[in-house]
């Protein structure tokens, strides 16, 4: 079964610093990976996948993420943090051999002023 | 384009009461799923769907039904409600599994 793991509870960062929020996967088949935001009260957004190609992935608001094989890893970058970047930030993976997505546990981001 | 709607946004049940959470979707999608979000616990998949007709289950999937009978909705029922069961659950949808998900607002569940 496919696992996500996102070993930060929360990041800090201050506004106009490069925003990292980590995330790992573990998957028996190719894996297709997600990033999503969740603002207070409100279900989760999309910001971007990876499924093939580019190890480089440009998404919504600026952020981006990198894909490693080697490390299995996909974290979640924005270069320049804006306070309004504070949300819950859900790493996901789908292994190729299942309809199934796994969520991680989540990243409080807070950007500080 | 209202996208996912789910009703009602909150409730509070007793222990052993049943009740469905209802999940519509407007964007012709084939894949819905079911998630409860916990703290501390992320998301955690309970059944989904990848067509009319055709349901499976998730990672949690105990104390929980659903059904596809259209394209459009896939309501999750829960059958004797357990204190356990309090949480937020979130109906999702996409064309396919491997398309970005639609998220609804959730229903805030709180069983006494």
């Known amino acids: 079964a496919q696992s996500v793991a996102q070993p930060e509870d929360q990041v800090n960062v201050a506004e106009g610093n490069p925003l990292t929020v980590k995330c790992t996967y573990s998957?028996?088949?190719?894996?297709?990976l997600f990033w999503y935001v969740q603002y207070p009260n409100r279900g989760l957004q999309f910001l971007l996948k990876?499924?093939?190609?580019?190890?480089l992935v440009k998404g919504s608001y600026g952020f981006e993420a990198e894909f490693n094989k080697s490390q299995t890893s996909f974290h979640l970058k924005k270069p320049s943090a804006l306070v309004s970047d504070s949300a819950l930030y859900f790493c996901?993976?789908?292994?190729?051999?299942?309809?199934?997505?796994?969520f991680g546990k989540g990243n409080q981001v807070v950007v500080i002023p | 384009n209202a996208g996912v709607t789910q009703t009602p946004k909150f409730q509070v049940l007793k222990t052993g009461q049943s009740m469905t959470l209802q999940c519509a979707q407007d964007?012709?999608?084939?894949?819905m799923s079911w998630y409860r979000q916990d703290p501390g616990m992320g998301l955690r998949l309970i059944h989904y769907?990848?067509?009319?007709?055709?349901?499976d289950q998730g990672e949690v999937p105990n104390g929980y039904n659903v059904s596809r009978s259209t394209t459009e909705d896939f309501p999750l029922r829960l059958l004797s409600a357990a204190p356990s069961q309090t949480s937020v659950y979130f109906c999702?949808?996409?064309?396919?599994?491997?398309?970005?998900?639609?998220f609804g607002d959730g229903t805030r569940l709180s069983i006494l």
């Open positions: 999702a949808s996409s064309r396919q599994v491997n398309q970005p998900q639609h």
């Open positions: 998957v028996s088949g190719n894996p297709y």
């Open positions: 990876y499924i093939t190609g580019d190890n």
């Open positions: 996901a993976v789908r292994d190729g051999g299942n309809n199934r997505l796994a």
């Open positions: 964007m012709n999608h084939e894949y």
């Open positions: 769907s990848v067509g009319a007709g055709i349901t």
